[in-house]
């Protein structure tokens, strides 16, 4: 079994910041990446950014120059600095990661259970 838990979602005024953390937990014997998602009311999930377990990073264009992906491999947490947010932004958050578990050779794909961010004055 592996769990994804995310927090650090809340309500935000424009131009704030969030931070936004997912550990990944339980039988896993590697992570070959991990990162975010987003879905607003009425829209697909679409890409935030990613990071390989080598450290390349990939963003979406609405997020570049301010969200920041990072992560901290010994604790296999994955982490979002989201600054200067925007009402758009407004979405669930999906944490993301490719894990191989313990005791298999596949890689599957573990979706954390979402958390909210609301971009409001």
């Known amino acids: 079994q592996v769990q994804l838990v995310e927090s650090g979602g809340g309500l935000v005024q424009p131009g704030g910041s969030l931070r936004l953390s997912c550990a990944a937990s339980g039988r896993i014997f590697s992570i070959n990446a991990m990162g975010w998602y987003r879905q607003a009311p009425g829209k697909q999930r679409e890409l935030v950014a990613t990071?390989?377990?080598?450290?390349?990073?990939n963003y979406a264009d609405s997020v570049k120059g301010r969200f920041t992906v990072s992560t901290d491999n010994a604790k296999n947490t994955v982490y979002l600095q989201s600054n200067s947010l925007r009402p758009e932004d407004t979405a669930v958050y999906y944490c993301?990661?490719?894990?191989?578990?313990?005791?298999?050779?596949?890689?599957?794909?573990?979706w954390g259970q979402g958390t909210q961010v609301t971009v409001s004055s």
């Open positions: 990071i390989t377990g080598g450290g390349t990073t």
């Open positions: 993301y990661a490719r894990i191989r578990p313990l005791h298999t050779i596949v890689t599957i794909d573990y």
